[in-house]
């Protein structure tokens, strides 16, 4: 079992920047690649970045790429989402996830393990 525990949304004005955290316990957290999702009202769960294990590669959504950086610390058993830029259409329940392969993955349903989520409201 993995569990997780995001941190760091709030409001904040467009062309601002945040930072979210999502620690994780239970299995060892190098045995698995994490994610960040958002779920805006009434829409899907999106993907927007995913880490490898290692933290050696990354993937973005083309919405966020240029803006957002996908971390982690392997140490401290926790991974981040740098938010730049921040636009009003960023505003969402930012969720992290986490899955032991495949790695990269962008598929929702890849993912075995999630956080109850942080909101991120973004006003213009």
């Known amino acids: 079992q993995v569990q997780l525990v995001e941190s760091g949304g709030g409001l904040v004005q467009a062309g601002g920047s945040l930072r979210l955290s999502c620690a994780a316990s239970?299995?060892?957290?190098?045995?698995?690649?994490m994610a960040w999702f958002r779920q805006a009202p009434d829409k899907e769960r999106n993907f927007v970045a995913t880490i490898t294990p290692s933290g050696g590669r990354t993937s973005y959504a083309d919405s966020v790429k240029g803006r957002f950086t996908i971390s982690r610390d392997n140490g401290k058993n926790t991974i981040y989402l740098q938010m730049n830029s921040l636009k009003p259409e960023d505003t969402a329940v930012y969720y992290c996830?986490?899955?032991?392969?495949?790695?990269?993955?962008?598929?929702?349903?890849?993912?075995?393990?999630w956080g109850q989520g942080t909101q991120v409201t973004v006003s213009s």
């Open positions: 996830a986490a899955n032991f392969g495949p790695y990269l993955a962008t598929i929702r349903s890849v993912y075995d393990y």
């Open positions: 239970g299995r060892p957290f190098r045995d698995y690649a």
